[in-house]
């Protein structure tokens, strides 16, 4: 086995002592999207240095806890907190929590972020139901050795967002009443904000999002055979002479604003599971 799967192999041991279950659902939090983890029942707070091999969270806005618990009658793995390439973690650490989800026995992740919009038609406060991406982080989690039994090779990725749970998304956001976008999410490493030229091409490109994270983590995903569900927040404008504003703790209050609507949203489609 990897070095990866041999150490969320043991995390995942440890987990399963303080709670022998296997999670349903995996959930991600982004940037100020942390609190739905309160929403968690008969719950237990992990912080990440109690657990084997997980790495330190560092970033404002990411508390770094695991909590594991029942949200709409399932059992969940909340991690509160993730790791950003731009901190200068490895791939591999940006990418354990899921590691460790796969290793759980998890078949699904929910993952959300901060994004700045691309598409003109996109206010700060939309949600963004993430249909694709492209990866122009200029690294990939499964570069090296392949192990076998955590995944292929050559994984696919024309269905990396998962149909069904996308429709199970807009099912619920039509009955609650709530504007949801829909787009590509386009991955930069960052941690400086894009350029004008950047932000033009991105958008001939396709990509109506831009943000720091969720590719490493939906791709290892998919090469674990997880079914994905990802959102995004936009928090600032991210297209013409806007740009320069975009502050860190205005990513962060947007998100914290919108986090219950998310919230709402995600226990929507974990009821009609
Ligand atoms: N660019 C990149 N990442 C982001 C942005 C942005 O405008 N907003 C939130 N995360």
């Known amino acids: 086995m990897t070095e990866a799967g041999k150490k969320a192999a043991e995390a995942a041991a440890y987990l399963k002592s303080l709670r022998p279950v296997c999670p349903d659902i995996g959930l991600i939090l982004g940037s100020g999207l942390g609190s739905l983890a309160e929403q968690l029942v008969d719950e237990i707070k992990i912080p990440y240095e109690d657990i084997p091999h997980m790495p330190a969270a560092t970033v404002a806005g990411h508390t770094g806890h695991l909590v594991l618990g029942q949200w709409c009658q399932k059992e969940v793995a909340c991690f509160q907190g993730r790791f950003h390439y731009y901190e200068g973690h490895s791939m591999a ?3 354990f929590p899921v590691r460790l989800l796969a290793a759980l026995g ?11 919009g691309i598409n003109p038609r996109f206010l700060p406060g939309d949600i963004m139901l993430i249909t ?10 499964l570069i090296g050795a392949n192990d076998d039994r955590l995944g292929p090779r050559f994984p696919s990725l024309s269905t990396v967002y998962d ?14 009443g709530i504007t949801l976008r ?6 930069v490493s960052g941690p400086s904000l894009e350029t004008p030229a950047e932000l033009r091409a991105f958008a001939r490109w396709g990509a109506d999002a831009v ?4 590719v490493p983590e939906v791709i290892a995903a ?5 079914k994905v569900l990802a959102m995004s927040v936009i ?17 962060l209050a947007v998100a914290g604003k919108t986090g219950s609507i998310l919230a709402s949203l995600l226990e929507g489609v974990c009821t009609r599971l």
């Open 235 to 251: 928090t600032n404008l991210a297209h013409g002479e806007f740009h320069h504003e975009v502050k860190h703790e205005q990513v």
């Open 222 to 226: 998919c090469h674990a055979g997880l």
């Open 132 to 141: 694709d991406h492209i990866n122009f982080m200029g690294d990939n989690p």
């Open 211 to 214: 943000g720091m994270s969720t």
């Open 106 to 116: 998890s078949k699904k992740m929910f993952i959300t972020n901060a994004a700045g």
């Open 93 to 95: 650490e940006v990418t």
């Open 163 to 176: 149909p069904r749970l996308a429709g199970l998304l807009k099912e619920t956001a039509a009955q609650k």
């Open 182 to 187: 829909e787009g590509v999410y386009i991955g």
